[in-house]
């Protein structure tokens, strides 16, 4: 089930946003500002935004230009302004597409479908798991970042795949050895140390200023939300 994130202010809008794609079988969350959207994007797994421009405080093509700092998740615009410069803008800082109100329903709920077609690697005949930008193909064994294939060792993917399973959990070391590794921990970090250092550096090769693994000081590790 795609999760899908709203970000507009009208309460109405939003209201009926989100009932008709919770009936079209989308799992939905709602923002009423650009602040607060911004603060789920980092909080969830969002697979596709719509995202209103008129917004309070921080307007939508502001919040776009920010989301698209650090995420590729595709985002439709929505929007009353209909003219050639205008699109032109907001495809250009970033926008996959865009509807303008008043719309059509069943046009809204198509261009969805095609925006979550096209998500790498995301498709319905896989399982996988997924957390801001980094996905794990459990079919497939294999990650992606920001769409870009990760090079990940069996280990190194299955220490991610326990992680990613348990997104706000903090991992003791001994938490990861034995769910990895399948045997008793027997105190020693290296092991651990070694692969999370190796995972951290294939990373940060295609996101260089982004951290995902976080250390916990006398405890172990958990994702960076």
């Known amino acids: 089930m795609a999760k899908i994130l709203i970000i507009e202010d009208d ?3 939003n209201q009926m946003l989100g009932e008709l794609l919770t009936q079209a079988g989308y799992s939905i969350l709602s923002a009423y500002s650009g602040t607060e959207g911004l603060m789920l994007i980092k909080a969830e ?3 596709l935004i719509l995202l209103d421009l008129l917004l309070p405080g921080k307007l939508g093509e ?9 995420s590729q998740i595709p985002i439709i615009v929505l929007t009353a302004i209909d003219d050639e410069e205008s699109t032109i ?3 250009k800082i970033g926008a996959n597409d865009y509807v303008t109100k008043p719309f059509n329903n069943e046009i809204l709920l198509a261009r969805i479908e095609v925006q979550l077609r096209n998500v790498i690697p995301r498709t319905a005949e896989t399982k996988q798991l997924q957390f801001k930008d980094l996905t794990l193909d459990l079919e497939l064994f294999q990650g992606y970042l920001d769409g870009h294939p ?4 069996n280990r190194e993917f299955e220490i ?13 070391k001994n938490n990861l050895y034995e769910s990895v590794w399948q045997e008793d921990f027997l105190g020693n970090d290296n092991v651990i140390n070694v692969h999370v250092s190796k995972i951290r550096t294939k990373l940060a090769k295609i996101k260089p200023d982004e951290e995902y693994i976080q ?11």
Request: no cysteine; aromatic share 6%; charged share 25%.
């Open 11 to 13: 309460p109405h809008i």
């Open 89 to 91: 803008s907001l495809l």
């Open 45 to 47: 797994s969002i697979d």
């Open 62 to 70: 502001d919040v776009l230009a920010e989301i698209r700092q650090t």
């Open 150 to 153: 990760l090079d990940l060792l």
């Open 160 to 172: 991610l795949k326990v992680m990613l399973e348990n997104p706000k959990k903090v991992f003791s």
């Open 215 to 225: 250390t916990v000081w006398g405890i172990g590790f958990k994702l960076k939300a």
